[in-house]
């Protein structure tokens, strides 16, 4: 073979093989540009795009008065992408030093094998600070809305709180949450080369609409006053924990409802769920002597009693089915306003046989008992009011006296309001106004009258009973100088739950009662759980309404001895009181 064809036959060699070079790149380039684009694509979009649904910030909320309860604040979180780090061990552990989270478990988060995986979020500011001014390679951050309660824990139970992802999941929080919630929108987040920074699109630049503002009829100061006077009762004699629920009697307006135990909303993560419920609408209790009031009632009514008819108490002791029942003092007769002054057990059951077991049923459930209220917060409990056909012997006595009856705060609230407003029982809200982002106004509560379960003449000679309470009878420790206060004590044996039996040393002690007498701006109910030095209602929870009702009425404008003249019809209206 000559040189020529040597050369000759290398340069087909050579052609031969870059001919076959270019077949294999053409090749591979059809395989990944046309066969297997569509894969490639969802990866790449995987790993370097993710989509997330972001919401508008949630509405906030506010007291009658517009001072804000609970709003939503800026705070960062903070991402990773583990398809971008050499090295999620040493990440980890720079992570771990500002997150105060261990480092094997953020290094867990960063080997999965995911294009985007929260390591934290909602984290305080500095915090965040701290992580940009690092900027550790595939991570990154980027800003979420935390739920805050600038007051702690004031109004905690009504509010509740929102979770993680601002979602509500108790107290007006949750009942409110179609309103209170933003709305949603897809956002798409990008990182940079160095996968340090987030980039949203197709986020218009209004970004997702705004949730609504609700406001509410708690009025701030006296739910602060309510809460404070109540925790000092509590701490003062070592209850187990009490309620306090404010109200307007004649529109049933809510202006303060306060539980202790409190709980900061800020700060649920180590609180247990015992904690978050609302005792004031869940829990029924045995009322005791509070539930006088309302047999009174019927009894007047019904023309059974008059504030002077006589009633003979039996020197404080007497037989019912086979068992005593006892007056805390020896006496002979009584007149009925008496009976219910000096709070006499025997005269009230002899109040409740002269009407019978139909007519005591039918008028407890005129005034709520055995139903829930419908006020707008979740949870609430009907109570328990049996039926008549399930009593037993005894049960029309111990009904009259308060036991084998349970009720809650929000009820007994209501059913006190029905008499302090001339008769009418109102449904109680919390919720007055629910604005959108521009201030319009979208949903509008107000009073709204579910009956009438007496007469205004009625209503108006039990308030002069009740007076006498205040004024000579069990409750003068709720008496406030200079105004007319109308009101009743109760004190209740609570079941003992080893035994099943009443027991000898836990009870509930109780107040309710409104103010001024004579035109109610407030119905006040106070519930002390379980005292260990008295356990008189008279005693622990009377001075609890006269601190409450002595700041409140003058914050209200209302003066001593100079009541506004207003009273409610049955439109919802305002009339001259007789």
Partial sequence: MTGTDSHRGRRIVVAFVLML???????????????????????????????????????????????????????????????????????????????????????????????????ARKLDPEQGRRLEGMSLEGIGTVMEGRRFYPKGPLLSHVLGFAGMDGQGLEGIERRYEPYLRGEKQIVVLQRDALGRTVFPKGLDEQGPAAGHSVMLTIDEVIQYMAEKELEEAVTATGAKGGVVVVMEPRTGAILAMAVNP???????????????????????????????????????EEKVMTPGTLVYVENGQMVVANTVIHDHEKAGWMTFAQVIQRSSNIGSVKTAMALGEDRVYRYLRAFGFGERTEIDLPGEGAGLVKEPQDWGSRSLSSIAIGQEIGVSAVQLATALSAVANGGWLMKPYIVS????????????????????????????????????????????????????????????????????????????????????????RMAIVVVIDEPQTEAWGGVVAAPVFQRIAEQALPYLGVSPHQPIKLAMNATGGVLQRP
């Avoid at 869940?282 to 007047?300: I, Q």
């Fill in 262 to 300: 409190r709980f900061d909303p800020n700060a649920v993560r180590a609180i247990s769920a015992d904690r978050w419920r609302n005792r004031a609408l869940t829990d029924a209790y045995e009322p005791g002597s509070t539930m006088k009031v309302f047999v009174a009632a019927a009894a007047l």
């Fill in 21 to 119: 070079g270019f077949a294999v790149v053409i090749f591979r380039l059809f395989t990944l540009q046309v066969l297997q684009a569509a894969e490639l694509t969802v990866k790449a979009e995987r790993q370097h795009r993710k989509a997330v649904t972001v919401e508008g910030e949630r509405g906030t909320i506010y007291d009658r008065h517009g001072k804000v309860l609970a709003i939503n604040v800026d705070v960062p979180s903070v991402f990773g992408v583990p398809s971008s780090l050499e090295n999620p061990s040493g990440v980890a552990r720079d992570l771990a030093r500002v997150l105060h989270v261990r480092a094997d478990e953020i290094e867990k988060k960063l080997k999965q094998e995911r294009s985007f995986v929260w390591i």
């Fill in 433 to 520: 106004e629910v604005r959108d982002a521009k201030g319009r106004v979208v949903m509008q509560a107000g009073p709204q009258v579910r009956r009438r379960p007496v007469s205004p003449e009625t209503a108006l000679t039990l308030t002069g009973i009740l007076e006498g309470v205040v004024a000579h009878g069990t409750g003068s420790k709720a008496a406030v100088p200079g105004y007319r206060v109308a009101g009743k004590t109760g004190t209740a044996q609570k079941i003992d739950p080893q035994t099943g039996a009443y027991s000898a040393s836990l009870f509930v002690g109780s107040f309710v009662g409104f103010v001024p007498a004579e035109d109610p």
